[in-house]
């Protein structure tokens, strides 16, 4: 079974705080990505990577970076986190050419 | 128009029913077709995937696709309330880093 794990269930985290969301996955997948969820938004893809040391923007990219350091390691970054960054955080993970399996989400608020 | 539409719901239904959820696209390029099922609180799971056009199906889920008029269903028979979820359909296109777009999600109640 594929295996798409975030480091966390839930966060709380203070504006102008620097936030670190990690999603690690354990198929060796090529691709890997990070969307946000919100109420009558759906799911927006932020950021994905199709290998080690490759990023594209997604639909929506500004306030966020990310790093893929690892094949099997790919993490989102808020510089400075802002309170319309409250949202669930979904990473997902592709073979080439496959769909997409997706970790249980990060439930991010920030005050 | 949006890429790729689906009715919000919720769809409410009394268990046993059969289930209907669609979805519209407008991208004549999508070949490639999925089914998820997201949970409160939970990531989306792939539920069925489908290549093209024709039907799929996996246990109690038949999986549709019609490209020649961009749209797509997911029916369910024997609903339970454990099927009580939303459902998200998502397609891609041809080659590429697999990005796929997805609709808004449906919401499905299933009452005992």
């Known amino acids: 079974d594929v295996k798409v794990t975030q480091s966390s269930r839930y966060l709380v985290k203070r504006t102008g705080e620097k936030v670190f969301l990690e999603c690690v996955q354990d198929m060796d997948h090529e691709n890997m990505f990070w969307y946000r969820q919100d109420p009558g938004l759906g799911l927006r893809l932020i950021y994905f990577?199709?290998?080690?040391?490759?990023?594209e923007k997604g639909d929506i990219p500004e306030g966020y970076s990310v790093s893929r350091e690892k094949k099997e390691r790919f993490s989102l970054i808020l510089e400075s986190a802002s309170t319309n960054q409250t949202s669930m955080y979904l990473c997902?993970?592709?073979?080439?050419?496959?769909?997409?399996?997706f970790g249980p989400g990060t439930r991010l608020t920030v005050l | 128009q949006k890429e790729v539409e689906q009715d919000p719901g919720p769809l409410s239904v009394p268990e046993g029913a059969i289930v209907s959820l669609n979805c519209t696209y407008s991208n004549s390029a999508f070949q490639y077709f999925m089914w998820y099922r997201q949970y409160s609180r939970k990531g989306p799971e792939l539920l069925m995937y489908?290549?093209?056009?024709g039907n799929k199906e996996d246990g109690r889920f038949t999986a549709q696709v019609d490209k020649s008029s961009k749209y797509i269903s997911l029916f369910i028979r024997d609903s339970q309330p454990s099927d009580s979820a939303t459902y998200l359909c998502?397609?891609?296109?041809?080659?590429?880093?697999?990005?796929?777009?997805f609709g808004k999600g449906t919401m499905l109640l299933v009452s005992p």
């Open positions: 998502a397609m891609s296109g041809p080659g590429g880093y697999s990005t796929l777009t």
């Open positions: 990577s199709y290998d080690v040391k490759m990023k």
């Open positions: 997902a993970s592709s073979r080439m050419t496959d769909t997409q399996y």
């Open positions: 489908t290549y093209s056009s």
